[in-house]
């Protein structure tokens, strides 16, 4: 006895009536068995000044259709493994009401005609301006970024940082569209850089703290109200020391003079004890640190002669010789000064 002969003679599990043709199965049952259904949501991206819509990494503005089939389709799944779907991008229809897309899918499958179906699949929506209008207006922005300073005052050292967030978000905005810099604002006590998307804001606090003794401060306002959502701004706050070696800084009202600068410690000479001493960040900042100056207290000496652990030094400015303690290694040496003290 063949295998044709067997399957000719079996009847359908499914409603024990018709023959069967597939796994135990029936033409009506197989069909009956065919749902389709939708996995999840799709989040689309609209410009709100142009209307395009973005998909993947690219933005379109007419004929999308063809390009969003393949989306809609990653959302749907079929309880019959061996059918095949396929979207009609021609059909596609947007229900604003219901917040819905709806289009045609027809099914493949052996033993049975192809099937037609009418799917839908809800979706939501959120607005970030797409790069082309981005570049014309400029003000579309999720975060800013607020480069400020200890001194309060706006100094040269903040070009570096913003040169750095440059480079960064050049590298960013290949890789997705909404990562840009929408406006950059010079100021008077510092740098404000505006960003189209939330994440940067973050990912870019997190390199400035990184890589410069900084402090920040993160707050969100309410910005208004998307698709029945609120919808926040973010502000990053950073605070960095705008000091060098050299320095006067005072922190919980007693003065150092600063001689390094890291990321997550400065290092300084207090100068009534004259130790040497670390402080870290979170220490400077929440003990009030402050610049009392920037002008590097500071004084070029020359070498005369070293005997047992002091030297003798003179002052190239007035010539004057002093006597310290210590060997400093080379002809010529920097001094810290603090008020007729000198600090090697
Ligand atoms: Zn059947
Ligand atoms: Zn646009």
Not at 79 to 99: C, E, F, H, W, Y
Not at 183 to 207: H, P, Q, R, T
Not at 281 to 306: A, C, H, L, W, Y
């Amino acid at each position: 006895m063949s295998y044709e002969m067997i399957r000719d003679k079996m009847i359908c599990v499914i409603c024990g009536k018709n023959q069967a043709v597939d796994h135990g199965m029936c033409e009506e049952c197989i069909k009956e068995n065919i749902k389709v259904e939708t996995i999840s949501q799709v989040n689309l991206a609209f410009c709100p000044k142009c209307g395009s819509i973005r998909i993947g990494k690219k933005w379109y503005k007419n004929d999308y259709a063809g390009r969003l089939m393949p989306v809609l389709m990653d959302e749907l799944k079929c309880t019959d493994r061996d059918a095949i779907l396929t979207g009609n991008p021609k059909s596609i229809v947007m229900n604003d009401q219901d917040k819905t897309i709806s289009f045609e899918v027809s099914i493949d499958r052996k033993y049975i005609d192809s099937l037609n179906e009418k799917i839908s699949v809800p979706y939501s929506v959120s607005y970030i301006s797409c790069p082309t209008c981005n570049k014309f207006t400029g003000s579309y922005y999720e975060a800013m970024i607020q480069l400020r300073t200890v001194s309060t005052e706006y100094d040269d050292s903040l070009n570096n940082v913003l040169d750095s967030i440059g480079n960064i978000m050049e590298k960013r905005k290949r890789i997705d569209a909404a990562s840009f810099i929408s406006k950059v604002e010079k100021k008077a006590e510092g740098i404000d850089i505006y960003l189209g998307k939330k994440n940067d804001g973050d990912m870019l606090s997190s390199f400035v703290m990184d890589h410069f003794f900084s402090n920040i401060i993160v707050t969100k306002t309410l910005a208004g109200v998307k698709d029945g959502r609120k919808f926040y701004r973010y502000t990053y706050s950073l605070r960095i020391l705008d000091a060098g070696e050299g320095s006067l800084i005072s922190v919980d009202h007693k003065n150092y003079i600063l001689t390094a600068v890291r990321n997550k410690h400065i290092d300084v000479i207090d100068v009534d004890t004259e130790r040497k001493i670390r402080i870290n960040r979170n220490t400077f900042f929440m003990k009030d640190g402050r610049i009392v100056t920037k002008e590097p207290q500071m004084r070029k000496f020359i070498v005369i002669s070293r005997s047992g652990d002091e030297s003798q030094l003179m002052d190239v400015q007035n010539f004057r010789i002093i006597t310290i303690r210590g060997k400093p290694e080379g002809d010529e040496v920097n001094l810290f000064i603090y008020k007729g003290k000198y600090f090697l």
